[in-house]
């Protein structure tokens, strides 16, 4: 069974511009969630999806967007990136949502901003 | 913001060796959960405990949980080579918000 699929791996921006990151879910998983992984604020948790709908959403600004298709694939976009929007972004996905569910993760997008 | 702290911040010990982490966290949970991920790659789930839960063992892994504390170890017993990551613990709030809380992690080398 295939994991969590990030794309792009990594990538370079520049001030100014945005940028969409794709993640597919492993099959049969309906809920997909996003963080931000930066050496100054570690793991922060972005925003979360089951079933095309916005579940959760972590405090960051609205540059930072999301969205989940019928297929269950996500992609999140930023606009006007910064030079602090350079992280490892994690895309993880569960089969269903509640407490205690195990999620997954995939390998990240490394996004660099110039 | 972060839920909590992990301690040590950076652990060296010899191959062989058990390796303890902390992880103290702030508010009520469901749960708390245990991450591993390797240098610049994704988190692999290592082992949930559930917040009426005192401790659990998989494998190699050995967690307890102190809600009257509010912290958390986790023990690796017979460390090896494969085991240098960073190690992270994940906390789920009891307020129907599933959305995970990271600890700062601590990042383990095992020295061969």
């Known amino acids: 069974k295939a994991g969590v699929t990030q794309t792009p791996r990594y990538l370079i921006k520049t001030r100014g511009q945005q940028v969409t990151l794709s993640c597919s879910p492993i099959s049969g998983h309906r809920s997909v969630s996003w963080y931000q992984q930066t050496p100054g604020q570690g793991l922060q948790f972005l925003f979360e999806?089951?079933?095309?709908?916005?579940?959760n959403k972590g405090n960051f600004p609205g540059r930072f967007s999301g969205r989940q298709f019928s297929n269950s694939r996500s992609e999140m976009n930023v606009s006007t990136l910064e030079l602090g929007d350079s992280a490892l972004y994690l895309c993880?996905?569960?089969?269903?949502?509640?407490?205690?569910?195990?999620?997954?993760f995939g390998e990240g997008s490394w996004l660099t901003v110039v | 913001s972060q839920q909590g702290e992990e301690d040590p911040q950076a652990l060296s010990i010899q191959e062989g060796e058990n390796a303890t982490m902390n992880c103290s966290y702030k508010t009520s949970i469901n749960n708390l959960q245990w991450y591993r991920q390797n240098s610049g790659r994704g988190l692999v789930h290592l082992i949930l405990i559930r917040s009426n839960e005192r401790e659990k063992h998989s494998g190699r892994l050995r967690v307890t949980l102190d809600t009257s504390k509010k912290s958390s170890s986790l023990l690796i017993t017979a460390s090896r080579a494969a085991d240098t990551a960073s190690y992270f613990c994940a906390t789920e709030g009891d307020f129907g918000n599933e959305k995970l809380t990271f600890g700062t992690g601590t990042r383990l080398t095992i020295i061969p």
């Open positions: 999806y089951f079933s095309e709908t916005q579940r």
């Open positions: 993880a996905s569960s089969l269903k949502i509640g407490s205690g569910n195990t999620i997954y």
